[in-house]
């Protein structure tokens, strides 16, 4: 409900409020947040034509923790690199030498934040992906895409 009323004069608001509505109505039922957030994101990357395979790391039965557990899913799901948010530098600095044992590239992302149209101002970047797709609709996967950069990698960094 909440949402409605936020977002009720968003210019995408009508095409995709009802679908949302369902959707987080169904995933409450478990009372589970997880639940709830999981199907969120999977709703919000078909709308905005992302189809990747998602997996529960609880389905890949690996152990470890920090970057020994990342490294581990990444080693089952046969992955070679990873890509880093920025955020995470001081994090992997720590533990750069387990991605360096296992031989796992990691970049970094080079994300600036593009503008959007947005009901209300002034602009607040990084709001939510739900923002920008009830103000933007269809172009939003246009406008993440504009604020790519290439990737930084990690031994730049480190």
């Not at 490294?71 to 799901?77: A, C, E, R």
Request: glycine letters at 6%; one cysteine or more; proline letters at 3%.
């Amino acid at each position: 409900r909440q949402v409605g009323f936020a977002y009720a004069k968003a210019r995408h608001f009508e095409r995709y409020f009802e679908n949302l509505t369902e959707i987080m109505r169904d995933a409450a039922r478990s009372q589970l947040l997880c639940s709830v957030s999981c199907e969120l994101i999977r709703w919000l990357s078909r709308e905005f034509g992302i189809d990747s395979k998602f997996v529960y790391s609880s389905e890949l039965n690996v152990r470890g923790k920090r970057s020994e557990l990342l490294v581990n899913i990444l080693d089952t799901l046969g992955a070679q690199s990873y890509l880093s948010p920025a955020g995470s530098l001081e994090y992997l600095r720590e533990d750069w030498s387990t991605f360096e044992n296992a031989g796992v590239h990691v970049c970094f992302q080079n994300y600036e934040h593009p503008s959007y149209r947005q009901v209300y101002e002034p602009f607040i970047p990084s709001a939510t992906a739900l923002d920008l797709l009830l103000n933007e609709g269809s172009a939003s996967m246009d406008i993440i895409r504009s604020g790519r950069g290439s990737s930084i990698p990690a031994e730049d960094l480190i």
